[in-house]
């Protein structure tokens, strides 16, 4: 009882954008108003992918607000996401990551070396079938070398705004999944770190 009234939890939603940003209309500005407190990872430029920098961004955003953190990335904000996990430099308290449309570390090599490993942190990755960024064999193959759990949305375009994915209810689904399965592990930790004298 004591670890859930210290706990911060549930976590804060934190979406990461890819090329030139999520409109008005996009499921991510959508998810930000489903969840209190969200965050949007912000570049100094839309327009110009660059690994490092954008992978720096969110870094810096996590640095300064309170945690815990739920990620919802997108597009080449995957790639970023991911590239700041392998990295070693997000808090321990990222609690997981929902990886959507991931755009093909091939397609980017210009924007900086990608190097698809193992993440640290519980993820789901979901893929389409008719994605022009990724084909559905690759998004598969990056899921298994994250260690994420695999999603197949079928027919379902870059899974954006031009594809039809303005408010998306099963984008909630995915982040409340993550936020659940997390939850045992976190009250656990928190409960070891309750003094003995708050017991008796």
């Known amino acids: 009882m004591l670890s859930c009234t210290r706990s911060s939890w549930p976590p804060r939603l934190v979406t990461v954008p890819g090329l030139r940003g999520s409109e008005g209309a996009h499921w991510q500005t959508w998810l930000e108003r489903q969840f209190a407190r969200s965050l949007r990872v912000e570049q100094a430029n839309w327009d110009a992918p660059d690994l490092a920098r954008w992978a720096k961004s969110l870094r810096e955003l996590l640095a300064r607000e309170r945690g815990p953190f739920v990620l919802a990335a997108h597009s080449f904000g995957c790639l970023a996401t991911a590239h700041a996990l392998q990295q070693g430099a997000l808090p321990s308290d990222v609690a997981g990551v929902l990886f959507v449309a991931p755009a093909s570390p091939?397609?980017?090599e210009f924007a900086g070396p990608f190097d698809a490993r193992r993440l640290g942190v519980p993820s789901i990755l979901i893929g389409s079938e008719t994605d022009p960024w990724m084909t559905l064999a690759d998004a598969r193959d990056l899921a298994q070398r994250f260690g994420s759990a695999f999603v197949n949305l079928g027919d379902a375009g870059?899974?954006?705004?031009?594809?039809?994915?303005?408010?998306?209810?099963?984008?909630?689904?995915?982040?409340?999944?993550?936020?659940?399965?997390?939850?045992?592990l976190r009250f656990r930790e928190e409960a070891v770190d309750i003094p003995q004298h708050a017991l008796v």
């Not at 039809?164 to 993550?178: E, Q, S």
């Open 106 to 108: 091939r397609k980017f």
């Open 158 to 184: 870059h899974i954006n705004t031009a594809a039809g994915f303005g408010p998306w209810p099963r984008a909630k689904y995915f982040i409340d999944t993550l936020v659940h399965c997390a939850a045992p």
